[in-house]
């Protein structure tokens, strides 16, 4: 499965608000949450890099951001991805030249202690610059900024998002839908479909009237609902 968008979910009941869940999207709309674990799972970030111009950089192909009030965080599809954007920062122009002292200073500002725990972790020099060194230094320093971070699963929940393949009509106003999933098609009043939108739980787009009302209508590109399959229900009961 690859991940093409990501975002902020609210946290689960009870958590406190820097719990916040991350939702991610895949090719097909489909929906997966994380919750629990680490932050840095939670985001595919392992350096728990903050949202800023480098971290959500094209180059870096980050798919979204997701945090809290007080901070937000780069996500990324995976933790290759997330992981390279560690090392290159810490490999570029701006954290190279830097002291491990100095650059513990600059990566996380809330924390005093973050190059105490460094230095205890790797037995490095923290005077040493990140580019005096060796590859088996430097191997050593990232994975113990990863380790400081934390990197602990949690729970993921997959929630598939559904295509609609009909409609029933009444007096020509869309009355039902029929939504195709994992057990077979299904008939679902226009209440239930709309609260499904507004789950992002259909391909379909939410549009919100000027009065207030709501009303579904076709993704982008995609063929009209009228279009893909109508039966009149003239005379017959609405199916709730």
């Known amino acids: 499965m690859t991940f093409v968008k990501a975002r902020a979910g609210p946290a689960n009941y009870g958590d406190p608000e820097d719990r916040f869940t991350v939702q991610y999207f895949d090719e097909d709309g489909n929906m997966t949450i994380r919750s629990g674990g680490k932050r840095a799972w939670r985001c595919n970030n392992p350096g728990n890099l903050k949202k800023s111009p480098y971290s959500i950089s094209k180059k870096r192909r980050a798919i979204g951001f997701a945090g809290d009030e007080s901070d937000v965080y ?19 122009n701006i954290y190279s030249p830097l002291t491990l002292k ?17 230095v205890k972790m790797t037995k490095l020099n923290p005077n040493q610059t990140i580019k005096s060194l060796t590859d ?10 990863e380790e400081n971070e934390g990197w602990e699963v949690g729970r993921e929940d997959f929630i598939e998002k559904w295509y609609i393949t009909g409609v029933h009509k009444k007096r020509g106003v869309i009355t039902e839908y029929l939504v195709e999933k994992n057990d077979g098609p299904t008939w679902i009043s226009k209440e239930h479909a709309l609260k499904l939108a507004l789950e992002w739980r259909l391909h379909a787009t939410l549009v919100h009237m000027k009065n207030g009302h709501l009303f579904l209508r076709p993704e982008f590109g995609s063929k009209s ?16």
């Open 102 to 118: 100095e650059a513990s200073k600059k990566y996380v500002q809330s924390d005093p202690d973050h190059i105490h725990k460094i």
């Open 74 to 92: 780069a996500v990324y599809p995976d933790y290759e991805t997330g992981h390279e954007a560690l090392i290159v920062m810490l490999r570029g």
């Open 136 to 145: 088996k230094e430097f191997e050593i320093y990232w994975k113990a900024i």
């Open 225 to 240: 609902f009228e279009l893909v399959f109508i039966i009149q229900k003239e005379h017959e009961e609405i199916f709730c």
